[in-house]
Every structure is written in C-alpha cells, then in structure tokens.
C-alpha cells in the first residue's frame, strides 16, 4: 500500500470521526452527573450473577466532549457492569499518543483499565475477557467507528461485521474477537 493510499484512508477514518463525535448525545445516553470533569454513574448497575465480577471495574474513558456515541458505549459498559469515569477533553490526540495506540486503530475515544488501553467500541465482554486472561499486549481495539458496534448500534442489536484487535508496543496487531 503506497503512502498516499494510506493518508486517504486515514482521511476518510477521520471524516467518519468528526461525523459521528459532533452528534450531541441523545437524553437517553446522557451520564447523570455531567458537571465536571469526573463523571461516574450515579445509578449502581444491577449485573446478573454473570456480571457481578466486572461491577467493581474501574474504567476511565476520554472522549471528545461533544461525542454522543462515546456516551452511548459508556452507557453500555454501565450496563455490563463497569463503574465509568468519564473525561471529555479536546486533547484526544495526546490521550492517544501518551497511551501508544498505533494511528491506523484510532477511533473516536480511548480508555484505560487494569493497565490496558482500550481504543474505541470494543464490546464490554471483550474487556472482561482480556482481564480474565491477561495477556501480553497493550490493548484492544476497534479502529473506526462500525456501524453495529456497542455505541453505534441500536440498543439491544447484538454486534456484527467488525473484529476487535490486540495490539501490542511495537503495534502488532492480532484479532481478538470477531463479530
């Protein structure tokens, strides 16, 4: 792929971010709390017994401030039973850059959890899954923004057409997960 493939591409993922993160989030995906630069839900989840584990899972996310799917997969990993910290901030290329995620993974907002990075709409069980196994990477990611990811989709659509990578510091990517 030459050079000038790739700034097209890169141009064309940017295009989908600005469309998809200047959408003010609906009422329905609004974190309570929003004053401040600290959000976490004031409303506990109620896992079943399948997500009792992940209720105690500090996640913090940045996000654009004006992003309504980042809100939108915030609200889904409340759901799944993770307390979420939200931190929206217009610096989200320095997030990126101090947390090591390649260029070419990026998407709209970038979190950080047990010492991984997450970068876009990854779904909640992947996370749970690469806290359970730990393994030797720097994150996962959904680079882009698709369709019928968590945050994206419909609410209560189950995800599909997109993979979920690994990456590690060097930016090799592996697929973790496939939808």
Not at 34 to 52: F, H, I, M, N, R
Not at 101 to 126: F, K, M, N, Q, R
Request: hydrophobic fraction near 35%; charge should be neutral.
């Amino acid at each position: 792929m030459n050079i000038l493939s790739y700034k097209f591409i890169v141009l064309v993922l940017s295009a989908f971010f600005l469309i998809g993160c200047t959408q003010p989030p609906s009422e329905a995906t609004k974190s309570k709390g929003s004053t401040g630069d600290k959000q976490v839900s004031d409303s506990p989840a109620k896992p079943d017994q399948e997500l009792s584990k992940a209720e105690a899972i500090q996640i913090t996310v940045y996000k654009s401030p004006t992003c309504g799917c980042c809100t939108s997969w915030e609200s889904h990993l409340e759901k799944a039973g993770f307390a979420v910290a939200s931190k929206p901030t217009e610096q989200m290329t320095q997030v990126k850059k101090k947390r090591n995620v390649p260029e070419a993974l990026h998407s709209c907002h970038t979190a950080d959890v047990d010492g991984y990075v997450i970068e876009g709409h990854v779904p909640a069980s992947d996370i749970k899954k690469l806290l359970e196994q730990k393994p030797s990477v720097l994150g996962l990611a959904v680079p882009g923004m698709p369709q019928h990811s968590p945050g994206m989709q419909p609410e209560g659509e189950k995800p599909k057409g997109f993979d979920v990578l690994s990456f590690d510091k060097v930016s090799k990517t592996a697929v973790f997960s496939s939808y």
